[in-house]
């Protein structure tokens, strides 16, 4: 069944341009429990919406008769029962089924490289892997940030754990080369690498220094340079894992013109550059995956799931703005929960050895028809060296 665009996840930890109301309640909603959230969700508007009318059709107390204020009175709290029911099983029901990372594996020893960590799941799933002990760099633009969030975690961690801050601005393939450098000169081992810092955009083209779109060059391309620039290092660790946070939204993507991958032909709009950003980090993942084959390394890409996010906070202060945010925030996958599938992928026996596969939910699942093309993937992979200037003597596959 097709997913309807419903919910929004974008999930990751880097910071969001304000975004339109319209686009914050576009949320994508997972398989068999789209309609049942699609059409709850549905039911609670107008639910809400039939309350304010019949408060707004309310005369005044004072001239109403007594039995008549009544039964008004018990209208109105029929309403607010109804509505207040269809949230709480929606709560029950979507968290409740949600995915959960059940493995206990201990990470002692382990160095994993997360980028984008500072807030959203990036920051839960480092949470997590502190936890079980292991040696956590948290990639991120901010340092003043990260800092702070590092004592924050360190202070749950295991004892054993350790947590380090660089710098890495993934819109900036300066800043991505400048980053691996510092990693490959301080750590011996990488275990665990998580591309998971992204971003939207205002509905602008941008170009970066390097002639990218802005939105591409962060949720795609430094990450493509950056995964390229360690490899080395991770096969050298072996078994290890690249972890690609991706979205359901590059289900929506119709062409991918590999020939145009910046928007410089094409009319851009904000969703669709993220939509296609997204579309390129399954790909990646999968020709990652076919170029790393027998190597030790695997790679795998995911869909977070209905996370609530600070990107709630920019919704507009109007009354559907207030019911949109307190909806979500009630209903959907906190940071937490979004963090799992995450987390099930960088520690999880279960997919030990598995590779090139797309998951939702702590499960495997389909991806789109064009996340499945393999000439697309090979495709998108030329041009991307390209793109970032990958140097022959940085290609480790």
């Not at 969700?41 to 005369?59: D, E, R």
């Not at 760099?137 to 901010?142: E, K, P, Q, S, Y």
């Not at 170029?291 to 869909?303: D, P, W």
Request: hydrophobic share 40%; charged share 20%; proline share 2%.
């Amino acid at each position: 069944m097709r997913r309807r665009q419903f919910a929004c996840d974008l999930h990751q930890g880097n910071s969001f341009a304000p975004l339109p109301l319209h686009l914050c309640a576009d949320f994508a909603l997972d398989h068999s429990r789209c309609s049942c959230a699609f059409y709850g969700a549905i039911v609670f508007h107008i639910l809400t919406g039939g309350l304010l009318c019949l408060i707004s059709a309310l005369p005044p107390v004072t001239s109403l008769e007594p039995h008549r204020t009544t039964m008004w009175l018990e209208v109105v709290t029929a309403v607010l029962a109804v509505v207040l029911a269809t949230l709480v099983s929606l709560r029950v029901w979507y968290r409740t089924t949600s995915g959960r990372c059940t493995s206990r594996k201990s990470m002692v020893g382990k160095t994993v490289v997360i980028t984008g960590a500072t807030a959203g799941i990036g920051k839960e799933t480092a949470r997590d892997l502190l936890r079980r002990g292991a040696r956590v760099i948290i990639a991120c633009r901010n340092l003043e940030k990260g800092c702070r969030v590092a004592s924050e975690l360190q202070a749950n961690g295991d004892s054993r754990s350790e947590v380090v801050v660089r710098h890495l601005d993934t819109s900036d393939l300066s800043s991505v080369r400048n980053f691996a450098k510092e990693v490959l000169d301080t750590e011996k081992a990488i275990h665990v690498l998580i591309n998971n810092a992204g971003a939207v955009f205002p509905d602008k083209r941008q170009v970066t220094a390097d002639g990218l779109e802005l939105t591409m060059a962060t949720n795609y391309f430094g990450h493509f340079l950056l995964t390229n620039l360690l490899l080395g290092r991770l096969k050298e660790s072996a078994p290890s894992r690249v972890v690609i946070v991706s979205s359901a939204y590059h289900e929506y993507v119709k062409n991918l013109d590999l020939k145009d991958l910046n928007f410089e032909g094409e009319s851009y709009t904000m969703i669709e550059a993220y939509n296609k950003s997204k579309l390129c980090n399954v790909l990646f993942a999968r020709e990652l995956a076919d170029r790393t084959a027998g190597t030790g390394v695997t790679s795998n890409s995911l869909h977070p799931g209905i996370v609530t996010t600070s990107i709630l906070d920019r919704v507009p202060y109007t009354l559907a703005g207030f019911i949109l945010r307190n909806l979500s925030s009630f209903i959907i996958k906190d940071a937490v929960c979004g963090a799992q599938t995450t987390n099930h992928l960088a520690v999880s026996e279960e997919v030990e050895g598995v590779s090139g596969r797309y998951f939702a939910d702590c499960k495997e699942t389909t991806a789109s028809e064009l996340a499945r093309r393999k000439d697309l993937a090979t495709g998108l992979w030329e041009a991307s060296v390209k793109a970032v200037g990958l140097k022959e003597n940085k290609i480790y596959y």
